[in-house]
């Protein structure tokens, strides 16, 4: 019996050695996302990314509030890096209102984004660690988050959601003692990070599964547009925090972390050495620090922005975010697009599975940085 | 051959660990030590005082009513409404101060920069979990209360690794 098949649709023909698997859309450790994976046999044949599961419609409720309502919420798709994903709607906010920020909150913004970068990666890190089988990985990446999450809870007074950053500075100053608080737990966090190095790192267990498994080339990487750490491990030079430095970015001392492998071994590396340079930055910025002044610009009680648009990005755990920010003269903006890294290293999946063994699948999926829930927004 | 040091090594640097003392809180026992009295607000200077953002308390002698903790609220949880209050204050006419939902509430603390009189402020109080969704709304009589905590540990890092007291 044949059916009549509506028009526009057809039958797939199946080929008996190749099987279909959804992985997901069930949360595999960072938000509902689905990758439909064709194998033949262990090796991966095809694999189709299909996110949407947990878009929240960021850009939309960002039109019906008023700048400083807006903060809550557009840091919602990236919970744990909450400060580097409002960094550039901060920025931009500033230059369509025209708003100068004060040289200490500057400083102070900084420590934040990079607390917070600090608390991205380690969460990271730890369900790198679990979605390759290694427990301790998982274990000693949680507890030493606790460090720099009781660092910005005493900045900001919430855990996790801060809500501090805002448009012509900061919340609330540093309580006493905080410099010397943030010095001690940085420190001793360096010491730690030493000791991941030979549990994990040089593990020949880690490198035989990563080494060498889901290359991508130079070209590749520019070609797809991939950003953030799925770049540098590539072999290209690209920080935004060193090609267009944002607040006090070019007075502190730091590097571009560059690897030229390209394979999965060398994307799980270079967040783990940004850490180093993340630590070298909040160091710096503690000394090179205003010790006084204030830390936030008075705004008139629902500010207008004149009928101007703005483009401004920072570098984030996951690469560059992007906020396009249009006013109408109006309390609230017309429209709020953003652009996060996380989308746009998703695109290189297919590329990089295509030809991999199933088991592998895991360490390319999570080292290219790609977290459902802010690639959705 | 390089392989089996490897191994051994990242054995070693996991058994060294048997000996620190454990990260953990053992939280109901013990409870974290924060910063001030929680998230407070000048209005005069336009910027907060640090402090864990915590649930809130209402001065009733400060508060006149004006609905501005409402308003800011409006849009990102909607957590806060002006309820009539059965009390006579010469600033506040109207009677009415600001209930709020914690089962809304995200606790971003933005009434306490809205409020220009001083009258609401945020507490080291985090313990909010109820059996019913109606003991979740905080009438302006439970939020005049102040909390009654006691928080003592600290992060300490020694050399032999960090512990929480």
């Known amino acids: 019996m044949t059916t009549q098949l509506p028009p526009g649709m057809h039958l797939e023909t199946v080929d008996d050695k190749i099987m279909t698997l959804n992985v997901g859309p069930q949360h595999p450790g960072s938000g509902h996302m689905r990758l439909i994976i064709k194998v033949d046999g262990d090796y991966i044949v095809s694999c189709d990314p299909d996110p949407g599961y947990v878009h929240r419609g960021e850009e939309k409720m960002a039109e019906y509030r008023n700048y400083i309502q807006n903060i809550p919420h557009l840091e919602r798709p990236v919970i744990h890096d909450s400060s580097n994903i409002l960094y550039p709607y901060c920025l931009g906010v500033e230059e369509l209102l025209g708003i100068e920020v004060p040289e200490r909150a500057k400083y102070i913004r900084v420590i934040a984004a990079e607390l917070n970068r600090c608390i991205y990666i380690l969460y990271w890190l730890a369900i790198y660690g679990i979605f390759l089988g290694h427990s301790t990985m998982f274990m000693w990446p949680a507890g030493d988050r606790e460090l720099f999450i009781d660092l910005l809870e005493a900045m900001s007074g919430a855990r996790v959601t801060h809500a501090y950053l805002v448009p012509g500075g900061v919340r609330n100053d540093l309580p006493s003692n905080f ?85 999965s071994y060398a994307r799980s590396r270079i967040p783990y050495l940004e850490m180093f340079e993340s630590c070298r930055i909040i160091k710096d910025a503690l000394k090179k620090m205003p010790k006084s002044g204030s830390v936030r610009t008075k705004l008139k009680p629902n500010p207008k922005g004149g009928n101007d648009e703005v483009y401004r990005r920072v570098e984030s755990g996951r690469g560059a975010i992007g906020y396009y920010i249009v006013s109408n003269n109006r309390p609230e903006p017309y429209r709020v697009k953003i652009s ?38 | 051959m390089s392989n089996v040091i490897g191994i051994i ?13 454990r990260f953990t809180l053992r939280y109901p026992e013990q409870k974290l030590k924060f910063v001030g009295d929680g998230f407070q607000f000048n209005p005069e200077t336009g910027v907060g005082i640090a402090g864990l953002r915590g649930r809130h308390i209402l001065f009733h002698e400060h508060c006149t009513g004006c609905q501005l903790c409402s308003v800011a609220c409006e849009g990102i949880a909607e957590a806060i409404s002006m309820v009539k209050i059965h009390e006579t204050w010469k600033h506040n006419k109207k009677a009415i101060m600001p209930q709020i939902d914690y089962g809304k509430c995200v606790f971003c603390g933005l009434c306490v920069d809205a409020c220009p009189f001083y009258a609401l402020y945020m507490t080291n109080d985090y313990e909010l979990s109820s059996f019913t969704k109606s003991a979740l709304i905080y009438t302006p009589a439970q939020l005049a209360i102040k909390p009654n905590i006691s928080q003592d540990v600290e992060i300490k890092i020694s050399d032999r690794g960090a512990s929480h007291g």
């Not at chain 1, 040089?202 to 130079?218: D, Y």
């Not at chain 1, 990089?352 to 959705?376: I, R």
């Not at chain 2, 090594?9 to 003392?21: E, M, Q, T, Y």
């Open chain 1, 179 to 263: 410099e010397e608080r943030c010095l001690r737990q940085v420190e001793y966090f360096e010491k730690r990070l030493k000791e991941y190095e030979a549990i994990f790192y040089q593990n020949p267990l880690l490198k035989a599964r990563t080494e060498g498994s889901g290359i991508l080339s130079r070209t590749d990487a520019i070609r797809l547009g991939t950003t953030g750490s799925v770049l540098r491990a590539s072999g290209v030079d690209f920080d935004v925090r060193k090609k267009e430095p944002y607040d006090v970015y070019e007075n502190l001392d730091f590097q571009t972390i560059v690897m030229k492998e390209g394979d």
């Open chain 1, 340 to 377: 996060v890294g996380s989308f746009r290293n998703l695109i290189c999946m297919p590329y990089l599975l295509k030809g991999e063994k199933l088991g592998n699948m895991p360490a390319v999926y999570w080292g290219l940085n790609y977290w459902p829930v802010e690639a959705d927004r």
């Open chain 2, 9 to 21: 090594r990242a054995l070693n640097s996991g058994v060294k660990h048997l000996a620190v003392k």
